[in-house]
């Protein structure tokens, strides 16, 4: 049934190195049959970690171009380089992002700055950028472009010590619905992704309960790259996948 396939396909991914982004270029070229001709732009700021993926990548036969950069300082980098390397962007994966936990009272402006460089001032501008790139590109594959985020359950229910986190996200998600606005008319697909606890770097320490209890990366990244393989005749606008017994 699933015999839909995207050719010469450029995809970003920002985040790439670890965590969720590494799931989806793991993902990705695991899926690389219905991805003829794929490219990957893989960016994140550890260099080790894109050097191995694109080794990876390799070995499947798969191009992949890397950038090692921080989207807090040059949020639109990826874009010009992956325009200037392969001439387009079909899809953008963003899939970077940062948190600062603790109580309410204890949080500080350092943690506040901290966090909306990254999930809100760089998103947006990353994100502009990319619908400005993919709004003069040709439609190819029936779209002409494709943007997924990774924001969070997050981003739509509040959590204890998640205040400046929750914040950011609920922010992504009001940038997503006003970008679906100009989205559309442009054949542009927009996908808000809101994963609840995954098993990432991200979390640090957990406990052998808390990890007993938490999605793979992977099962975030299977329904994300299925999503991609939409006939172009409709769009997912958002994914919830959380863990079988709920929350943490
Ligand atoms: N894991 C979960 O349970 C979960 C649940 C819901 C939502 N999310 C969201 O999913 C996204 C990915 O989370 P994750 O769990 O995969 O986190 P992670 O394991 O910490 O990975 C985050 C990735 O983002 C990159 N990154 C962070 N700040 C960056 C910056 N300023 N510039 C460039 N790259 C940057 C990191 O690369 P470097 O370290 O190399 O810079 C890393 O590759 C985040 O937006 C997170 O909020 C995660």
């Given at each position: 049934?699933?015999?839909?396939?995207?050719?010469?396909?450029?995809?970003?991914?920002?985040?790439?190195?670890?965590?969720?982004?590494?799931?989806?270029?793991?993902?990705?070229?695991?899926?690389?049959?219905?991805?003829?001709?794929?490219?990957?732009?893989?960016t994140?700021?550890?260099?080790s970690?894109?050097e191995?993926?694109?080794?990876?990548?390799?070995?499947?036969?798969?191009?992949?171009?890397?950038?090692?950069?921080?989207?807090?300082?040059?949020?639109?980098?990826?874009?010009?380089?992956?325009?200037?390397?392969?001439?387009?962007?079909?899809?953008?994966?963003?899939?970077?992002?940062?948190?600062?936990?603790?109580?309410?009272?204890?949080?500080?402006?350092?943690?506040?700055?901290?966090?909306?460089?990254?999930?809100?001032?760089?998103?947006?501008l990353?994100?502009?950028?990319?619908?400005?790139?993919?709004?003069?590109?040709?439609?190819?594959?029936?779209?002409?472009?494709?943007?997924?985020?990774?924001?969070?359950?997050?981003?739509?229910?509040?959590?204890?010590q998640?205040?400046?986190?929750?914040?950011?996200?609920?922010?992504?998600?009001?940038?997503?619905?006003?970008?679906?606005?100009?989205?559309?008319?442009e054949?542009?697909?927009?996908?808000?992704?809101?994963?609840?606890?995954?098993l990432?770097?991200?979390?640090?320490?957990?406990?052998?309960?808390?990890?007993?209890?938490?999605?793979?990366?992977?099962?975030?990244?299977?329904?994300?790259?299925?999503?991609?393989?939409?006939?172009?005749?409709?769009?997912?606008?958002?994914?919830?996948?959380r863990?079988?017994?709920?929350?943490?």
């Amino acid at each position: 049934m699933n015999s839909l396939t995207l050719n010469d396909h450029v995809v970003i991914v920002t985040g790439a190195g670890k965590g969720l982004g590494e799931a989806v270029v793991s993902g990705l070229i695991e899926k690389r049959l219905q991805f003829p001709g794929l490219k990957l732009f893989l960016t994140s700021r550890t260099l080790s970690e894109l050097e191995a993926l694109q080794i990876k990548a390799k070995s499947f036969g798969v191009e992949a171009e890397v950038l090692a950069a921080d989207l807090a300082t040059n949020p639109v980098l990826a874009i010009e380089k992956c325009v200037q390397r392969f001439g387009r962007v079909d899809t953008l994966i963003h899939c970077a992002g940062v948190g600062r936990f603790g109580e309410f009272q204890s949080l500080t402006r350092d943690d506040l700055e901290f966090v909306m460089k990254t999930n809100i001032e760089a998103t947006f501008l990353l994100l502009q950028k990319a619908f400005i790139q993919m709004k003069s590109q040709t439609i190819q594959n029936g779209l002409r472009g494709q943007i997924q985020v990774i924001t969070s359950v997050a981003g739509e229910k509040p959590f204890e010590q998640s205040s400046i986190y929750c914040m950011s996200k609920y922010a992504q998600r009001g940038l997503l619905e006003v970008m679906r606005l100009y989205a559309y008319r442009e054949q542009i697909r927009i996908l808000e992704v809101k994963p609840g606890a995954a098993l990432t770097p991200m979390w640090g320490e957990v406990t052998a309960d808390m990890t007993s209890k938490m999605m793979k990366p992977s099962d975030v990244a299977i329904p994300m790259i299925d999503a991609l393989l939409l006939p172009p005749s409709a769009t997912l606008e958002t994914l919830t996948i959380r863990p079988l017994s709920g929350d943490l």
